[in-house]
């Protein structure tokens, strides 16, 4: 079979689709990278996937330019002749069903990895996007064959709103995490090291987020709990800012306060090691894929109890899950792991544990492959 990946970036094929994609190619079928961009080319064709290539604007609203959009993912991909196109991302779900349908591609599946940002604001503008999105994606459900969710809380939703009918809906929960690479075992000691003598020189513990520095990932909590907890513990923020996105947080105040912001940092494993406490305070999620890394690396992680963040997490058990702004909450997580390192061991085995039998990534391959027709 023919089978394409669709995405509006393919930053986020190359990251999340790929070993789904050569699971699909290693038995035969021939797999197709589309997106807007080609950061990733050379990766792709290495692996033997072939690149397409179509125009698409992220951040447009612009009615022409949508509908530009979409004659412009059906121009991609009607000469490739597809069996199978699956989307991911807002967009591409939305558009890329419509181009499919107009390109005649027998079968369409769509994953909606979280609803985005337009669903934790409330502004004027948010209402209008929102409302102009699930109108949009009533449409295109209809047409698509199956939705894939990553979490079970989206599609609850999803069908309150009625948006989506519970024929189409298929849960397979995150992207998965490859346990053998992201395991304690698995590290550079020396790298490990270097970066320990960097963030904690005085030896105290971690305390470790890892985001883009966006408001709606809970950095505001994370400083104001830092700045209470400062004395018994190092707090460090490692990710970029995100100039294109309306919650995204100042430089001035992201190097103010208690907080060690490092920016973005492609070492991730060696940094998860270090962290003693791993903690993402988010308004709402997919299923985070630094969650992931954290509990696979055998850490305690005190997150949100909100959509994505919990799948993750069982509270009590492998770590603390607090309501979305609560700062105090929050706080006194955090504060018990400090106090008590033996609990902090015991939450990274579970965490390990509940990684490895949940989210290992070849688990997670291997419920995508009836979908294509394989076992």
Not at 62 to 77: C, D, G
Request: charged residues 30%; proline residues 4%.
């Amino acid at each position: 079979m023919k089978i394409g990946f669709l995405s509006n970036l393919d930053d986020n094929l190359y990251l999340f689709r790929m070993p789904i994609m050569k699971a699909l190619r290693d038995r035969g079928h021939k797999v197709y990278a589309i997106s807007p961009s080609n950061r990733y080319k050379e990766e792709f064709e290495k692996e033997g996937f072939e690149v397409v290539e179509y125009s698409m604007q992220r951040d447009s609203l612009n009615p022409l330019k949508e509908l530009i959009s979409i004659y412009s993912i059906y121009k991609a991909i009607k000469p490739l002749k597809l069996d199978i196109l699956q989307t991911s991302t807002v967009k591409p779900n939305i558009y890329g069903t419509f181009g499919a349908k107009l390109a005649k591609v027998p079968k369409v599946y769509n994953l909606v990895e979280g609803m985005g940002s337009f669903y934790i604001d409330d502004t004027l503008k948010t209402k209008i996007v929102r409302f102009v999105i699930e109108t949009l994606y009533k449409q295109s459900s209809k047409l698509s064959d199956l939705t894939i969710f990553v979490n079970s809380d989206d599609p609850k939703f999803m069908i309150q709103r009625g948006l989506i009918e519970q024929s189409k809906i298929k849960v397979i929960k995150s992207v998965g995490i490859d346990t053998k690479e992201y395991s304690i075992d698995n590290i550079d000691k020396k790298k490990v090291q270097k970066w320990r003598n960097r963030l904690s020189a005085d030896g105290k513990p971690v305390v470790m987020m890892v985001a883009r520095a966006i408001w709606h990932k809970g950095v505001r909590e994370f400083y104001e709990v830092a700045n209470r907890l400062k004395n018994r513990a190092n707090f460090v923020l490692v990710g970029a800012t995100d100039s294109g996105n309306p919650s995204c947080a100042t430089e001035e105040f992201l190097r103010g306060g208690a907080v060690n912001w490092i920016g973005f940092q492609t070492d991730m494993k060696s940094l998860t090691a270090v962290c003693d406490i791993y903690v993402l305070p988010s308004y709402r999620e997919g299923v985070p894929r630094t969650l992931l890394e954290a509990a696979s690396m055998s850490k305690p992680i005190v997150t949100t109890d909100t959509v994505g963040c919990k799948e993750v997490v069982d509270d009590g058990v492998n770590g603390f899950l607090v309501p979305v702004g609560d700062t105090n909450l929050l706080e006194i997580s955090i504060k018990k792991l400090l106090k008590n390192p033996k609990l902090r061991e015991e939450f990274g085995k579970a965490s390990r544990q509940k990684a490895l039998n949940e989210f290992e990534l070849s688990k997670v391959v291997k419920q995508y492959m009836p979908l294509y027709g394989e076992e």
